[in-house]
Nanobody, 124 residues
Framework: QVQLVESGGGLVQPGGSLRLSCAAS????????MAWFRQAPGKEREFVAS????????AYADSVKGRFTISRDNAKNTVYLQMNSLKPEDTAVYYC????WGSGGTSKASYNYWGQGTQVTVSS
């Protein structure tokens, strides 16, 4: 069983920054592919960013490319999402997800475990 706990969400003005964290349980965190997804009210959950087990490969949704950065610290069992130049359309609940056996990717179906989510609101 893997538990994922997100933190770092909140209210921020347009153009501001936030850093989300996702702390994972499990002795083999270093082997998991990890990702962030988000879900806005009335919309489907969508891919934001992913990172392979060693951080060697990352992927981003076009809507966040150049503004968001995913990273991980395997010694701390934590994955991060640095979000800069935030826009009102980034407002959503952000979820951390883990793929224990595969290489992750952009599909929700690839991920075995999910966190409870953290709210990000971008508004003036």
């Amino acid at each position: 069983q893997v538990q994922l706990v997100e933190s770092g969400g909140g209210l921020v003005q347009p153009g501001g920054s936030l850093r989300l964290s996702c702390a994972a349980s499990g002795r083999t965190f270093y082997s998991y592919s990890m990702a962030w997804f988000r879900q806005a009210p009335g919309k489907e959950r969508e891919f934001v960013a992913s990172i392979t087990w060693n951080g060697g490969r990352t992927a981003y949704a076009d809507s966040v490319k150049g503004r968001f950065t995913i990273s991980r610290d395997n010694a701390k069992n934590t994955v991060y999402l640095q979000m800069n130049s935030l826009k009102p359309e980034d407002t959503a609940v952000y979820y951390c997800a883990a793929d224990l056996w595969g290489s992750g990717g952009t599909s929700k179906a690839s991920y075995n475990y999910w966190g409870q989510g953290t709210q990000v609101t971008v508004s003036s």
